[in-house]
């Protein structure tokens, strides 16, 4: 009752005052919001750029934009919005508090602080500011500072049991663990029913080897809620450091239910695995970890070890050898190597890792004093330790990497005109783009379904053959003309038909050769005729940019294509219509596609240029930035493509979001 009660009352503010013309802009601030309060950050970024195309001194709506984007982990764009209402208001006191939040999760503490700072100076009294900024002390490892800001912070809020944990995490890197036991005990009577107290509380037992305390705080964790990852992890932990390796494994079964993804514990399940003898699930492990986690030296190292055990030699040398790869300086795996080689009857290679092994555990033994010379040169460290969950802030992510099968983002699609139905397209941007000669070509053609789009047309393929056949009888009795050529061009590429749309393309242009439009088809079809091919070879990549922030756009390829033809179709269309954007936005793919990234940028910068509101090519470019290393740049053009309509992008800004500390 009291939502619909919301909605009538909606209902009757006016969107445009009568009295003055113009828009109600309380209206949209308040839409705005209300979508906020619903978690519908895209249609609030679609509300609110409404008010500020009328309205671009409105800070409020800069303000709540920023939180939109924020919540879509789009922190760049936030900043971004944040700071353009500080300058429009520059006593905004929320403003200042948000962008050095937003900043804190961007590593840039400094600045987070200096406006946290503000924040304060302006309103002293407003409690979170306290408890926002003695996280970023925490990241930022000033814990005293932290200490103290969560001390102001619980003085005017003392049954926020976050306040308590944060403060005792802060104690525990002081090395002060009976503060630490205070505040995890404080926490848990402010509030019993959060699992987060009890789990770091055990995870304290845990460090000092009281076990039996620290199963207890794991159970009562997981009783609080039991889709909780880390205390089971650590529960497991527990019951394989007191020989209890059943309950272990279950445990790291329930976190793997949990998140599919997490190598640590297909670590840790292998280590358990195989010290009961279980080598063949051990392996099946290991090989989950170096399929998620494919840079951790020891998996390959433990490995082999394993595949040493089950007599199969020649896999244990290809993992010793990835671990030397990995990390030259691994006396061990050296040694493990060595001794391989030499049940295989390798004795030169035996002796000469034997020797090399020698050398790196010498120097070892050298340094030891040296904090930074490496751990594997010593010959005495136990490499099947099992790891403990490693406690963060919140206490509620495992991270793990998406794997190489898992989706990859192509750049988006070039523009062509395409037979479909005109409602199938979906809704331009803000801005809507006009081009005079445009619609004078489609007057022209007075074809209902023909539309200039990405998208693949929806008309049945026996529709597209009956049409195509239309046009063939048409042109073969002489009464075709050059736009019955086009579109038979069209049906024939929509039905894979590419060399015969090609030729049709080139006969229409032969009759018609200043139309810009007719070359743009012909490039998108040759395009695609070439991807077409190269997909049946399976030896050519599209343009990709993994999942993996660390991966790169990528175009691997054994046999090469071009795109020359292509590119040549779309430079005569570029001197023919100069003020055309979708021209430089489909060369500017094609460039990308032949490894020219730098003029793939041009063009897609040409492309903004001539139609501001160009949300594909916002996205585009900023793929192409990522790929040159200009990371922040190609976050702010994924934030200003996702402002723009495309929800896409904001998908591709969680891979280059730090996960919340």
Known sequence: MRRTAILILLLTIPVFSAAYGQLNKAYFNYIGAVFLNDSKYESAIETLNILLRVDPEAYEAYFLRGVAKYNLDDLLGAEQDFSTAIEKNPVYTLAYRNRAITRSRLGNYDDALKDFQEAVDLRPDVAGTYFSRGVTFFLSQQFENAIEDFNQFLKYETKVSDAYINRGLCYLHLQDTI?????????????????????????????????????????????????????????????????????????????????????????????????????????????????????????????????????????????????????????????????????????????????????????????????????????????????????????????????????????????????????????????????????????????????????ESDLPADSLLAYDRQLEEKIAFGRGEWPDLFLRGITQSQVKQYTSSVNTYTEAIDRNPTNAFLYINRATTRSEMIDFISSIDNSYQRITIDSDPTSRLMNSSTRVYTYDDAIADLNKAAKLLPEFAHIYYNRAILLARSSRMPEAFEDFTRAIELYPDF???????GLIQIYMKDTRKGCLDLSKAGELGLSQAYEILKEYTPLDD
Not at 615 to 621: D, I, K, M, Q, V
């Open 179 to 455: 503060r630490a036991y205070e505040d995890f005990n404080a926490a848990i009577r402010t509030n019993r029913e959060d699992p987060r107290g009890y789990y770091f509380r055990g995870t304290l037992h845990m460090a000092q080897q009281e076990y039996d305390m620290s199963l207890l705080d794991f159970d009562k964790a997981i009783q609080c809620d039991s889709t909780y990852v880390p205390p089971y992890f650590n529960r497991a932990v527990v019951y394989a450091n007191t020989q209890r390796p059943v309950q272990a494994i279950g445990d790291f079964d329930r976190v793997l239910q949990l998140d599919s993804t997490n190598s640590q514990t297909y670590f840790n399940r292998a280590i358990v695995r195989s010290q009961i003898g279980d080598y063949n699930r051990a392996l099946e492990d290991y090989d989950m970890v170096a399929r998620y986690s494919p840079g951790n030296v020891l998996v390959y190292y433990n490995r082999a070890g394993l595949y040493q055990q089950l007599g199969n030699y020649e896999r244990a040398v290809e993992d010793y050898t990835r671990a030397i790869e990995l990390y030259p300086d691994f006396a061990n795996a050296y040694l493990g190597r060595a001794g391989v080689k030499y049940t295989l009857g390798d004795m030169r290679g035996s002796r000469s890792d034997h020797t090399i092994a020698n050398q790196k555990i010498a120097e070892y033994r050298s340094k030891l004093n040296d904090s930074t010379f490496s751990i594997y040169a010593d010959t005495s460290r136990n490499f099947n330790q099992l790891l403990a969950f490693e406690s963060r802030m919140t206490g509620s992510r495992i991270g793990g990497t998406a794997t190489d099968e898992e989706a990859h983002v192509r750049l988006l699609p070039m523009y062509r005109f395409s037979l479909t139905h005109p409602d199938s397209i979906p809704a331009p941007s803000p801005g809507r783009y006009r081009l005079e000669q445009l619609e004078i070509f489609r007057d022209e053609m007075d074809n209902p379904y023909l539309v200039l789009t990405t998208t």
């Open 615 to 621: 949300a594909e090519a916002y996205f585009n470019r």
